[in-house]
């Protein structure tokens, strides 16, 4: 039970404020899942830091397939990318999303790490974990505890994702802190946001370049430059993953599934025994 002595006064009064945020526009959110429960959130609009403080979850993105994570462990979700959890066991965890032009503090910004980059994180495909600092997880618990009160007050928010960002920049390794947040670094990192944050509404190449407004020429080459593979191999690569999470991820059916990604149920088994081995099911018994 709630101390009545952390209970937020004047409770009606933040309410009604308009800088009371408590949808997906909130910068901070907290999670609580039991075992074997889902959460799912696609087509993450921001750059988004996930703490996990309680207990061990399964995570698949854009980076990773059924990654397994526990409590004391933080990771990065880039902008454009879909986020799957199940709950291993009991847990809690924490987001805060950003945009990227804070910085870690005011003569350090977050490009600034591109420079401490190391050559096996550029090229590698996963998912980067850094252990909470023990500092760190205490301000985490009370911005925890502060929210639970109901205070969702945008500059609360504001204060205290920069607090965060001081901290990484206190209590970790400049190479640690540029591999964690790789997948939004670089100079052609607009051109990559935009791909991200578009690529889910299109079924073609054509589609996507037509929705960025690009020449076919300019779009092939800058995609070739920036993401090391044609688009049409990466947009199916993007389909196989996301099939992938819904199968070991969800509750949907066979039939639901082969709707979604305009499949038969037939093609969708004979798809999945040709990229991934098996069929749905059998896939599902894995997860």
Not at 96 to 101: H, L, V
Not at 104 to 119: G, H, K, M
Not at 148 to 165: A, D, P
Not at 251 to 276: D, G, P, Q, R, S
Request: net charge positive.
């Amino acid at each position: 039970m709630q101390n009545t002595a952390d209970e937020l006064k004047y409770r009606k009064e933040h309410l009604m404020c308009e800088n009371y945020i408590s949808d997906e526009r909130a910068l901070w959110g907290v999670f609580e899942l039991k075992a074997g429960k889902h959460f799912v959130r696609e087509g993450v609009k921001r750059p988004t830091l996930v703490f996990v403080l309680e207990g061990e979850i399964s995570v698949s993105t854009g980076m990773a397939i059924n990654r397994k994570v526990v409590a004391g462990k933080m990771f990065l979700i880039p902008p454009g990318d879909n986020f799957y959890v199940r709950a291993l066991a009991d847990a809690v965890f924490m987001r805060c999303s950003f945009t990227r032009d804070i910085a870690l503090c005011n003569r350090f910004s977050i490009e600034q790490l591109q420079n401490y980059v190391r050559p096996a994180v550029s090229s590698r495909s996963g998912l980067t974990l850094l252990p909470i600092h023990h500092l760190l997880a205490g301000e985490l618990a009370i911005t925890r505890n502060v929210l639970h009160t109901g205070l969702s007050c945008i500059h609360f928010q504001h204060i205290k994702t920069e607090i965060l960002f001081m901290e990484l920049r206190g209590f970790y390794a400049k190479e640690d802190l540029a591999d964690l947040f790789a997948p939004i670094l670089g100079e052609d990192n607009d051109f990559k946001s935009k791909v991200m944050q578009s690529y889910s509404q299109v079924s073609t190449v054509k589609e996507l370049i037509d929705l960025l407004n690009m020449s076919s020429t300019g779009f092939k080459r800058k995609f070739h430059d920036v993401f090391g593979v044609p688009a049409k191999q990466w947009l199916i690569q993007k389909k196989k993953e996301k099939l992938l999470r819904d199968i070991m991820m969800t509750n949907m059916t066979m039939a639901e599934l082969a709707e979604k990604y305009n499949f038969t149920v037939n093609y969708l088994t004979a798809f999945c025994k040709e990229h991934f081995g098996k069929s749905p099911t059998e896939l599902r018994l894995d997860a």
